[in-house]
T-cell receptor, first 114, second 111 residues
Framework: DAGVTQSPTHLIKTRGQQVTLRCSPK?????VSWYQQALGQGPQFIFQ???????QRGNFPDRFSGHQFPNYSSELNVNALLLGDSALYLC?????????????FGPGTRLLVL | RKEVEQDPGPFNVPEGATVAFNCTYS??????FFWYRQDCRKEPKLLMS?????NEDGRFTAQLNRASQYISLLIRDSKLSDSATYLC????????????WGLGTSLAVNP
């Protein structure tokens, strides 16, 4: 049973460029949440997708957008990259069942913006 | 006050020691609580969900104090492999599906 997978593992971009990160959830999970984690910080919630729609959003600008596909996989897009977007981007998948939900993380994509 | 606060440490302890971390949260309506462990340059991994009665998993014990709005994690007989950052996670009040993360507490277990 594959866990959460993310691609690519590492990425280097320059300011102003656009980037797309991908996530496949754990088998049986239907919800994908994206987080940004800067060095020395805890994960910061970007948004959450369920039933192919954005259901929750954190305090991130519109440059951050996403998508969820019918197979529950998801993409995170970041436009007009800034130096401050350099971080580890984590995808977590989950399934809400019986009022309980636990998030499981993929290995992350490490983005460096030069 | 931050929504979720943790002592960043680092905590340096010898092998075999008992160490406890506390985490405070700001909103009394929060319902879901977790401890995650994160190794350097790796993703967070679930260590324990925290239940209202407290729960134990081997050397790890988690407790919730709703009145004082804190959760704790106790590690007994610490091992070198316990060295990691421990992240406290609480759901946003009124929103069980959105999680708020602490900055993490760094633990180094020394031989």
């Amino acid at each position: 049973d594959a866990g959460v997978t993310q691609s690519p593992t590492h990425l280097i971009k320059t300011r102003g460029q656009q980037v797309t990160l991908r996530c496949s959830p754990k088998s049986g999970h239907d919800t994908v949440s994206w987080y940004q984690q800067a060095l020395g910080q805890g994960p910061q919630f970007i948004f959450q997708y369920y039933e192919e729609e954005e259901r929750q959003r954190g305090n991130f600008p519109d440059r951050f957008s996403g998508h969820q596909f019918p197979n529950y996989s998801s993409e995170l897009n970041v436009n007009a990259l800034l130096l401050g977007d350099s971080a580890l981007y984590l995808c977590a998948s989950s399934l809400l069942a019986g009022g309980k939900e636990t998030q499981y993380f993929g290995p992350g994509t490490r983005l460096l913006v030069l | 006050r931050k929504e979720v606060e943790q002592d960043p440490g680092p905590f340096n302890v010898p092998e075999g020691a008992t160490v406890a971390f506390n985490c405070t949260y700001s909103n009394s309506a929060s319902q879901s609580f977790f401890w995650y462990r994160q190794d350097c340059r790796k993703e967070p991994k679930l260590l324990m969900s925290v239940y209202s009665s407290g729960n134990e998993d081997g050397r790890f014990t988690a407790q919730l104090n709703r009145a004082s709005q804190y959760i704790s994690l106790l590690i007994r007989d610490s091992k070198l492999s316990d060295s990691a950052t421990y992240l406290c996670v609480v759901n946003e009040a009124g929103n069980n599906r959105k999680l708020i993360w602490g900055l993490g507490t760094s633990l180094a277990v020394n031989p």
